[in-house]
């Protein structure tokens, strides 16, 4: 059973003005209206691209998006800043209206966009519990109900009754996801505004919205630049890229997608300007290579190198440096060369990796290459059990079994 459908929507924006834009493109469109054509002004524009200058006036935020989303799906969107993300949930959420296309939903909205949607700053937030849920559909009676739930999963019980333009955002954002997260809507849209949250209340929002996705059986979208509450939460996944859907499908794939594209997938890094000039890392057999070349000659210390290797989630798996790992030769003052270091334990599963390194004086770091380097891993081979199933993380352990 369907909950969300989207045909072929977009979404137009004129650059640099409020409103549609010059009265001369008003009466064009409005002649076009009366004749029974088309907006000319639909035929042109530009793609969402942040990153050129363009020439035209018009940008396409989206362009020709269809999908269809099941009742009780967790839907992960992601993207990079500018793809559109947050104008397709204010479309879905009904904030504003599609330039072209339709969108059928079945069932309630709860939207949380941004911090305090749907409040009223002069209201208590006991009152704007109650306005929120009469917006959404809700009898008194059924808020009544729901009320005590709300206000215990916020944690503001002390300040219901204060104006909610007292609070500070992490307060207003607390009740706001309590109310839209508790209040009987079908479909719960949720952008990043959890971020503002510390990290206890962001652990008890995803739990939350987990509960609402997979036990109450109710459809969540979710806006985050965090791959991992992503992939907990999302059972499919939305990649938008300049306006457009470029996957749409299982969420791990669509993580994984995003990540090729948004990492650089060269194990090898060249540069002239700086400390270091070339980094890379390979797989040897069943070992990780890294090597540094670097030049510490405007520097009069010893120099250090450390690393860590993450997942394409950006969860750390493994890491250390010279400081604490005390090789046995020591490096010249003030010098230039190559540092390399093989990586022996921990044997990581097949897949893509990302390696951060800083080269420093043991306390101060003088540069630091953050998930600049992908690489690969091939063919580690555990027995014959196929080790590009990470449902047990990254890492393969070196255990021994007993049986008495």
Same mark, same amino acid.
């Given at each position: 059973?369907?909950?969300?459908? /989207? ?6 924006? #004129?650059? !640099?003005?409020?409103? +549609?834009?010059?009265?001369?493109? $008003?009466?064009?469109?409005?002649? /076009? ?15 969402? $691209? ?12 989206? #362009?020709?998006?269809?999908?269809? &989303?099941?009742?009780?799906? =967790?839907?992960?969107?992601? !993207? @990079? ?42 209201? +208590? ?16 009676? %059924?808020?009544? @109900?729901?009320?005590?739930? &709300? ?5 503001? %019980? ?21 109310? =839209? =997260? ?12 959890? /971020?503002? !949250? ?54 791990? $794939? +669509? &993580? ?21 000039? %070339? ?9 990780? %290579? ?11 210390? @010893? ?27 020591? &490096? ?5 060369? +190559? ?11 097949? !897949? ?53």
């Amino acid at each position: 059973m369907l909950a969300l459908k /989207a045909e072929n929507i977009s979404k137009q924006y #004129r650059l !640099g003005q409020v409103g +549609t834009g010059t009265l001369s493109h $008003d009466l064009n469109r409005l002649w /076009a209206q009366l004749r029974g054509k088309e907006d000319p002004y639909l035929k042109i524009g530009e793609a969402n $691209d942040r990153t050129t200058k363009g020439n035209s006036d018009y940008v396409w935020s989206l #362009r020709d998006i269809h999908f269809e &989303i099941e009742q009780g799906d =967790a839907v992960g969107i992601i !993207g @990079r800043n500018g793809a559109g993300k947050s104008t397709l949930l204010k479309l879905l959420s009904k904030v504003t209206k599609p330039t072209t296309g339709k969108i059928f939903t079945k069932g309630r909205i709860a939207s949380l966009l941004e911090v305090g949607t749907g409040f009223h700053p002069e209201m +208590t937030g006991r009152e704007n519990i109650y306005l929120n849920g009469a917006i959404l559909g809700m009898t008194r009676k %059924e808020i009544t @109900r729901k009320f005590d739930e &709300i206000v215990d999963f916020s944690g503001v %019980e002390r300040y219901i009754d204060t104006p909610v333009k007292r609070y500070s955002s992490g307060m207003y954002v607390r009740l706001a996801f309590a109310v =839209a =997260a508790h209040l009987e809507s079908e479909i719960l849209i949720v952008d990043e505004v959890l /971020a503002v !949250g510390d990290a206890e209340f962001q652990k008890k929002c995803l739990g939350k919205m987990g509960d609402v996705s997979k036990g109450e059986g109710r459809t969540v979208l979710f806006v985050s630049h965090n791959m991992d509450s992503v992939s907990k939460l999302c059972n499919k996944g939305l990649y938008l890229k300049n306006g457009q859907i470029e996957y749409d499908g299982d969420i791990e $794939d +669509t &993580i994984h997608l995003y990540s090729q594209e948004f990492f650089s997938k060269n194990n090898f890094l060249k540069k002239e300007a700086g400390i270091i000039k %070339e980094l890379k890392v390979e797989q040897k057999n069943t070992n990780i %290579e890294l090597t540094c070349k670097f030049d510490f000659g405007s520097f009069q210390y @010893r120099p250090y190198l450390g690393f860590t290797i993450t997942d394409l989630k950006s969860n750390t798996i493994c890491g250390t440096n010279m400081k604490i790992t005390k090789p046995d030769f020591e &490096i010249p003052l003030a010098s230039d060369g +190559t540092i390399s270091c093989n990586i022996e334990y921990p044997k990581l599963m097949d !897949g893509e990796y990302l390696l951060s390194v800083w080269l420093g004086d043991g306390l101060v770091d003088y540069e630091a290459i953050i998930e600049e380097v992908m690489f690969s891993v091939k063919n580690m081979k555990v027995l014959d059990y196929p080790s590009t199933i990470h449902a047990n993380g990254c890492v393969i352990p070196e255990v021994s079994w007993k049986f008495k």
